[in-house]
């Protein structure tokens, strides 16, 4: 009877360490990427399970990266998040739920891919769209998310002034510029995919101000229809990851999480990042890339425009910033 009832209990206790060996994890991201992590998660979770033994899910998040990182904030529980810019990521930090020195935690800053804003026109330009001034010829429609809550409209916002100043413009002149080019945006989407809808699906505007990965979807799903444009000059758009500190450290989830964020460095990710169209920070295997899949843009920092980042937001999207004296709502 003694025997029975402990190899009961020996029973339970494997069930139980089988259970709790079981790990989900939350991706907290920005709207275009759902193809991109979708294909990390496959990978990662089978090399995870061969190595360690244990099972781990991976859920995703998507919406306008600035409308995550509140969600964070009010207490969406993300394990990591693989938010579109800096700011997002470090407004999460400030509230205390990613610990201060995030962004050293893993290589080039936290940053295993970049990317850039593009043009994406009907086929055969008739616009005859090449470069930012074209974007701001009478009869130009530009379609174009809502910096305020969109990682895809801040990095197009940053990329239009930047296409100005960068080049020799003074500051009136790039306020002269996006003052012009969103009177030309008919629609403004809070996020990314929506802007695609938007352009794509409901055939609205000449050119959209798209992340590089999607307009090679965009295209690619539009079978002849529409082409990529790369401007001269464009932004160095930087989408860091970083794992959320309480989060992970309350649900026991941190060393999961943290394997899952240092594989987005290995060989094997870095080529999935390129087969999704963003940009590996492995520049090995971006060289065989550059020139095919992805354009030879002149792409500025951040700080040919700003002092970083934070600046950057205070001075072009913040409350009181350029963007809202420029932009009316239309009625």
Known sequence: MVRLVLAAAVG????????????????????????????????????YEKEKGVKITIKQSHGGSSTQARAVIDGLDADVVTLASYLDTDAISKKGLI?????DRLPNRSLPYT???????????PKGIKDWPDLVKPGVEVITPNPKTSGN????????????????????????YVTKLYKQVPV?????????????????????????????????????????????????AEPHVAVVDD????????????????????????EIFAKHFYRPTNETILKKY???????????????????????????IGQGGVFDTIYKPKG
């Open 12 to 47: 339970l206790l494997f069930a139980s360490s089988a259970l709790a060996a079981d790990v989900t994890l939350l991706n907290v991201s920005y709207d275009p990427t759902r193809e991109l992590w979708r294909d990390i998660n496959t990978n990662f979770s089978r090399q």
């Open 153 to 176: 409209g801040y990095v197009s916002f940053f990329a239009a002034w930047g296409s100005v100043t960068v080049r020799g413009g003074s500051r009136e002149d790039a306020i002269d």
């Open 188 to 236: 403004l989407d809070s996020g990314a995919r929506g802007a695609t809808t938007t352009f794509v699906q409901k055939g609205i505007g000449d050119v959209h101000l798209a992340w590089e990965n999607e307009a090679h979807l965009e295209v690619r799903e539009a079978k002849g229809e529409l082409e990529i444009i790369d401007p001269p000059i464009s932004l160095l």
């Open 290 to 316: 550059v020139g095919t899949v992805f354009g030879d843009i002149r792409r500025f920092p951040i700080t040919d425009i700003a002092k970083d980042f934070p600046d950057a937001h205070k001075q072009f």
């Open 247 to 270: 989060n992970v450290d309350r649900k026991s989830t941190r060393a999961a999480a943290e394997a899952y964020l240092k594989f987005t460095y290995s060989d094997e990710a870095q």
């Open 99 to 103: 610990k201060s020195d995030w962004v």
């Open 115 to 125: 990317s850039t804003v593009v043009f994406v026109v009907r086929k055969g330009n």
